[in-house]
């Protein structure tokens, strides 16, 4: 049985140089870089003063004065610039790498900026409304990357994507279309964070899937707002790959 499928370079060239994606890789390597010279303590406290706490923006909960460090609605925009780890943020930004500068392209610098950031803030809504009273704070890209894969699918399904899978003990790897490997993602997250509200109403193991989920459906939803009109919706990969397994 498959048990991770993880993207490492997609065959969809561009014809621009993705300013925004890098600078978008940049601000948030740079920031993280801030978090980890805090400190493990002060980088707790800076995390709960920009995190977004789900009681906190539903206001079941209030933070002390000395941690409310913007509004709670603000927090929704702050977070997805926050990391908990470095292994975070590697997988967070290889992500935006692959993924990004297609749409980026697509869209034109500004509209993507705009839509990545109407992403992000969608996703920590997400998570809010299936965790509303948890106090503990989401922090992360993901759900702003997840609205990039979810507009990757909506123009490039069929474009080829170079893939590491998991069999087992067993690692190979295969060309395989965009819509298959990110429409596996987002129903693995739908999954997981259905298990995860079964079993105790919280997203599970550190990772908040509703986010990821919400995020990727609200790429699908506003790509076709942001997107250029000569753009098209399901394009044809732009090359052919002729062997599939390597």
Excluded: C
């Amino acid at each position: 049985m498959v048990s991770e499928m993880f993207p490492l370079r997609d065959d969809n060239p561009v014809s621009i140089t993705p300013v925004i994606n890098w600078l978008l890789i940049f601000v948030n390597v740079v920031i993280f870089m801030y978090q980890v010279s805090l400190g493990p303590r002060d980088m707790q406290i800076f995390v709960y003063q920009y995190g977004a706490i789900p009681a906190v923006i539903t206001g079941e909960q209030r933070l002390p004065d000395a941690l409310a460090a913007v509004p709670p609605m603000a927090s929704t925009f702050t977070s997805m610039f926050l990391h908990g780890s470095w292994m975070h943020l590697i997988g967070n930004m290889w992500f935006l790498w692959i993924f990004g500068n297609n749409i980026e392209e697509a869209m034109g610098p500004l509209r993507y900026l705009v839509f990545y950031l109407l992403s992000g803030i969608s996703a920590s809504f997400a998570h809010v409304l299936f965790n509303p009273a948890s106090a503990i704070p989401s922090i992360g890209a993901s759900g702003a990357i997840a609205g990039v894969m979810g507009a990757y699918v909506m123009l490039y399904p069929r474009a080829h994507v170079l893939t590491l899978i998991f069999l087992g003990f067993f690692i190979r790897l295969i060309y395989l279309p965009a819509g298959l490997i990110l429409g596996f993602w987002f129903l693995l997250q739908v999954l997981s964070g259905s298990m995860g509200s079964v079993s105790g109403g919280q997203d599970s193991g550190g990772i908040a899937f509703w986010a990821h989920a919400g995020g990727f459906v609200a790429g699908v939803m506003l790509v076709g707002v942001f997107k250029k009109r000569s753009v098209r919706f399901f394009n044809p990969p732009h090359t052919r790959i002729g062997a599939y397994y390597r």
